[in-house]
């Protein structure tokens, strides 16, 4: 269980640093409202990261396509 929590801890932690670089706006926010605004933060990040490979697989799949046709 504290394991668990740890590489919870962690996890929100290196979202935070990651978000900085990109929206220093968002990572105060993230760094002043506490637990619940990190675990947004936190779930909003992996949507993107999601999102993201959605369109790079799509990508992939247009250009195969385009080169077949």
């Given at each position: 269980m504290s394991t668990n929590l740890m590489?919870?801890?962690a996890r929100a932690r290196w979202v935070c640093s990651a978000s900085t670089r990109r929206c220093p706006s968002s990572a105060t926010r993230c760094r002043h409202a506490g637990r619940r605004a990190r675990r947004h933060n936190w779930v909003l990040a992996e949507h993107?990261?999601?999102a993201r490979?959605?369109?790079l697989i799509e990508g992939v799949a247009e250009l195969r396509r385009a080169g077949l046709a």
């Open positions: 590489s919870w801890r993107t990261q999601r490979a959605r369109q």
